[in-house]
Structures are given as C-alpha cells and as structure tokens.
C-alpha cells in the first residue's frame, strides 16, 4: 500500500491537467516508517522529452540529485514517481516497464481525459533485476 | 569521500543510505563499493563489467559522462551520487 498526503495527491493529479496534452512528471518524496510508506510532499520535474511530451516523459538525472540531496536535508527519501497518461489509461505501459529502474519504489500514473484527471493508480517496482522486474498494483490510502 | 545510495539500492548496501571510503577516482571509488558490498555489482554493471546504461553517475553536480567518466580524479571532499534513470510514457 502506499500512503500519500492529500495534498500530494492533489498535486500530481492537477500537474498532469495543467501539462495536457503533454505527460507531466515528477518524484514522490515521504518517509518509510512503521507506518509504511508514507508519501508526504510530491516535486514537479521538467519533462525533457521534448520530441514527443504527448507520450513520453524523462527526468534530467541532474534534478534527481537536486531533488535527492534537497529530499535529505529535510529527512524525506524518494519514495517513486509520478507521471500522467494523456488521453489514455492510468496503467503502466511496456516501455513504462523497460524504463522503470527504482526497485523498490512506487510508479503513480494518471488518467487524464480531455484535460481533466480522471483514475489515479500506483504500481510497486518489484523484481531482483531487470531480467525479472515486474510492476504490481497497489492500493493508495490517502492520508488527511 | 561519500557515496549516495539510492533507495532502490539500500537493500544491497546493509541499508546504509551513504557509504564512505577512499578513492583517487570515480571508478577506484565504484569498485570500492561493490568490493564492500558485492551484492550492488550486479545492479550497476553488466556481466561484461560496463556500467548499465540506465545508472548515472554525479561527481557533486556533474555527470561524469561528460567529465572523465570513471578516471575522473575526485577528492575527500566529493560526493558520488548514483542516480538510476527514470523514463516511460503511455505508448
């Protein structure tokens, strides 16, 4: 289960309207505790697939690191990612899978139809490798 | 000097978030690493000994692909970040 502030989850679906037709994208920031993982704030990110935003999206490593080191000072880790599907379901795609690397971290994609976000979905990055990896649905408790 | 572990990685690394040691390069201080924690090797390299190409490596700010790659000099003071890539989209 992945648990995320409402604000946060406010946020991402409104960032995959406010990008339409374009993919948005972003990184999830929290804390794992006994709570489990908790999904406190979420970060924006430019999305530098400009040859084709409609359905693409890549974040610059060099915000990652900003984000990571910025996520530190504040004790939050990287808990996953989010990005929008425009037009299409909030379902990961093979290249969503080819491209998902963050073992371990949750891949939260949005439904957005006609500009309006629609389904927000989360799917856990699980596998040992990339000869096994596997995105599995699940569910998000939204924390008030 | 200090490398960052990214979360995906902390399961290979005792969970250890960051882990210190001392290197002259970004490669002398990459096989450190997996030296010290074997388990990482297989997540970062291929079985041809290359980088995957999807691991990005910052020296502080800068992506060593684009200073000297692995025989990039680093100092004490350095911070090695690994970032995997993140990329996808609907299609």
């Known amino acids: ?144 | 000097m200090k490398i960052l572990i990214p979360t995906p990685l902390r399961q290979y690394s005792n969970k250890q978030s960051a882990v210190e040691l001392k290197a002259a390069t970004v490669g002398e201080a990459l096989s450190g690493l997996v030296t010290q924690h074997p388990d990482l090797r297989r997540q970062l390299y291929t079985e041809e000994g290359k980088l995957r190409a999807f691991v990005n490596v910052y020296l502080n700010d800068e992506d060593v692909r684009y200073l000297q790659k692995e025989a990039t000099r680093v100092r004490d003071s350095d911070t090695i970040a690994i970032v995997p890539s993140i990329a996808g989209g609907r299609a």
């Open chain 1, 1 to 144: 289960m992945l648990k995320i502030y409402k604000s946060a989850y406010e946020f991402i679906r409104r960032h995959g309207e406010q990008t339409y037709p374009h993919e948005c994208c972003g990184v999830l920031l929290g804390q794992m505790n006994g709570d489990g993982r908790v999904v406190t704030s979420a970060v924006p990110c430019g999305n530098t697939r400009t040859d084709s935003p409609q359905n693409r999206y890549h974040i610059d490593p060099k915000e990652l690191v900003r984000i990571q080191r910025e996520g530190r000072e504040r004790n939050q880790d990287i808990l996953g990612f989010y990005h929008s599907h425009p037009d299409h379901p909030a379902c990961w795609s093979s290249t969503d899978l080819a491209e998902a690397h963050w073992f371990g971290c949750s891949y939260v994609i949005t439904s957005v139809e006609k500009g309006k976000a629609v389904l927000t979905n989360s799917f856990l990055l699980d596998g040992t490798g990339e000869d096994d990896k596997h995105l599995d649905e699940e569910p998000i408790q939204i924390a008030l």
